[in-house]
C-alpha cells in the first residue's frame, strides 16, 4: 500500500499525529521527510471497494503508527490504478511505523487479507525525499473529511514522474525551480516536488524502485488546469532534466473522499 519566493514555512507533524479513531487528522504545514509514492494494478471492478475499505480502516490506524497516508486517488485515465502518497517523519521513523503497522496494528491484520484480494500487484513504488527542506507537501489548513462526509467542492491532482538515469543533482533542481515551477504554480496550487531517497529500503517486505526520479505534484481546481501542468512538462522541461530523462509519466488523479492533499 525554491528558496525565496517559493520557500513555505513547515512544521514537524510533533505530537499532532496522536488522535482518536475518525478524528479528522490537523497537520497545519507538516514536513516529512521521507514519501512514498505507491501506485497499484487493481483486479477489474474493485478499485472503488478498496478504497472504502482504507477509508474505514487505514487511515487512522496508519497515523496511530506515526506516518500519514497523505492523499489517496483514483487514476482518471486507468480504471484499474489505484494511487496514494505516505508520509513519515524521516527515514529513521519509518521502519518502526511500518513494523508497528503491518505487523502489529489489528486493523492490518483483521483486513490484509480483503484489501490484498483487490489487487494484482502492490509492487510500483517510490521512495522519496523532498528536493529541497521547504519543497515538500503543504498540507497547512487542510483537514481530512470525517468518514460520513462528502467532499464539498472538486479538486483535482496532478503528478508528474520523471524517470532518470542518474540523481536528480543541483543542476536538475535548481533549473526545474527557474524554469518550469513558476509556470506549474499558475495552473496548480500546493506544489511540491521530490527526488529519490537515496538511502537503502530498511523495510524490505515493502519492495521499492531502485531507480532515480523526480516528482512534482500539484493540486489543481479544473480539468483544464490539471490538462495545463501534464502540458508544462512537455513543453518546459529544463534541458538538465531532460538531459537524463529515460521515462516519463503524468498521473491525472481524483482525489477519494477523505484524501488529505486535494
Known amino acids: 500500500m525554491g528558496a525565496g519566493l517559493h520557500r513555505r514555512r513547515r512544521e514537524s507533524v510533533g505530537n499532532e499525529l496522536d488522535h482518536g479513531l475518525h478524528t479528522p487528522v490537523r ?31 487505514f487511515i487512522e490506524s496508519q497515523e496511530a503508527c506515526r506516518m500519514v497516508p497523505i492523499g489517496h486517488y483514483r487514476d482518471l485515465d486507468d480504471a484499474e490504478a489505484f494511487v496514494w502518497f505516505r508520509g513519515f517523519k524521516a527515514m529513521e521513523t519509518r521502519r518502526e511505523a511500518l513494523e508497528a503497522f503491518y505487523q502489529n496494528s489489528p ?44 467532499r464539498p467542492n472538486a479538486s483535482f491532482v496532478g503528478v508528474a514522474v520523471l524517470m532518470l538515469s542518474a540523481p536528480a ?78 521515462g516519463r509519466e503524468f498521473l491525472r488523479l481524483e482525489p477519494a473522499t477523505r484524501a488529505l492533499f486535494c
Open 27 to 57: 497537520l497545519a504545514g507538516a514536513q516529512f521527510g521521507v514519501v512514498e509514492l505507491r501506485r497499484y494494478v487493481m483486479r477489474a471492478g474493485r478499485r472503488d471497494e478498496l478504497i472504502a475499505l482504507f477509508e474505514r480502516e
Open 107 to 150: 486493523a492490518w491484520l483483521n483486513h490484509r487479507d480483503a484489501a490484498n484480494a483487490t489487487m494484482i500487484d502492490s509492487d510500483n513504488v517510490l521512495l522519496l525525499r523532498p528536493a529541497r527542506p521547504y519543497s515538500g507537501f503543504d498540507l497547512s489548513n487542510l483537514r481530512r473529511m470525517e468518514p460520513a462526509q462528502t
Open 169 to 246: 543533482d543541483e543542476a536538475c533542481i535548481a533549473a526545474f525551480e527557474g524554469e518550469l515551477l513558476p509556470e506549474l504554480e499558475r495552473s496548480a496550487q500546493r506544489v511540491a516536488y521530490f527526488v529519490t531517497e537515496q538511502r537503502p529500503n530498511d523495510y524490505p517486505r515493502l519492495p521499492v524502485s531502485e531507480n532515480w526520479a523526480f516528482v512534482a505534484t500539484g493540486v489543481a481546481t479544473t480539468r483544464k488546469a490539471l490538462n495545463q501542468w501534464s502540458r508544462h512538462f512537455d513543453e518546459l522541461l529544463p534541458a538538465p532534466l531532460r538531459t537524463h530523462l529515460i
